[in-house]
């Protein structure tokens, strides 16, 4: 099975980047994936598109040597499967707030016994290998999105939930959840919380990745020591970019 850079990134060390596509559009998705990211993630969450715009967004991710990644809407087990049939080779998962939601979330991803995965992964044979069944569980990376105060609360013992990798950090949801503006990046609230998370997922040997809301904050959280940073989207890349450019030109 083709393997996942980002656990070969992770047993080195090394902090990955991933771009974020939440446009829906598949020639933006390729643009992005081809910018020199370690990884492309696929926003069904928040992203402007539906289940159907996916496959063409993995498609197009699958042209470079990023690693096509998909956030869900929800932890449930039909659209999980859907889009690891579709490629994806790791997936985050939003709100997952206690030890059974992490457990939920990682049975969809896995094939049994570990799991409740059914089998048809149709593109997974194409993108991963005619070994896709045998290596599937072993290759496809399950973080859990740590956003709420329950979640936070509880993250210890979500990290300890056996087969998932990681947690996933949703700031700005933290942030509302600490009565905090969801911008407020420089928080001290928030960035004690983000080093404590850190902390606990170096203590149980797991990921622990973010979205990083500026490149200050994407600075700052690679030297707090994340494994996966997202620093920003592609609606935020562009509006940034145009607004440089405009500037410099008036």
């Known amino acids: 099975m083709r393997p996942n850079k980002l656990r070969t990134l992770f047993a080195q060390k090394q902090m990955a980047l991933t771009g974020w596509v939440s446009m829906g559009d ?9 910018c020199g990211y370690d990884a492309v993630t696929v926003d069904l969450q928040h992203g402007l598109f539906s289940i159907e ?25 039909g659209e999980i499967n859907k889009l690891l049939d579709a490629g994806a080779y790791g997936v985050i ?4 707030n206690t030890v059974d939601d992490a457990e939920r979330f990682v ?11 059914s089998y048809g992964p149709a593109r997974g044979f194409l993108y991963g290998g005619a070994d896709y069944f045998d ?9 859990a999105m740590i956003e709420t105060n329950l979640g936070f609360a509880n993250a210890e013992a979500i990290l300890q ?18 009565g905090l503006a ?5 928080a001290p ?48 890349l562009l509006k940034a970019e145009a607004g440089r450019r405009i500037a410099a030109l008036r």
């Open 26 to 34: 598949s020639l933006l998705t390729e643009v992005i994936a081809s």
């Open 53 to 77: 715009s996916a496959l063409p967004m993995l498609q197009a991710i699958s042209t470079t040597d990023a690693v096509p990644l998909v956030r869900c809407c929800e932890n449930g087990l």
């Open 93 to 96: 998962c939003p709100l997952v």
């Open 107 to 117: 049975r969809a991803c896995h094939y049994s016994p570990r799991g409740t995965r």
């Open 135 to 143: 290596q599937a569980n072993r290759t496809v990376l399950t973080l």
């Open 161 to 178: 939930v056996p087969d998932l990798d990681g947690i996933f950090i949703g700031p700005a949801d933290l942030n509302i959840e600490m």
């Open 182 to 186: 969801p911008d407020d990046y420089d």
């Open 189 to 236: 609230r928030l960035n004690d919380a983000i080093r404590h998370l850190v902390e606990l997922g170096a203590r149980h040997g797991k990921l622990v990745g973010i979205f990083a809301g500026t490149m200050d904050m994407a600075q700052r959280m690679k030297q707090f020591g994340l494994d996966l940073v997202a620093p920003g989207t592609d609606i935020q």
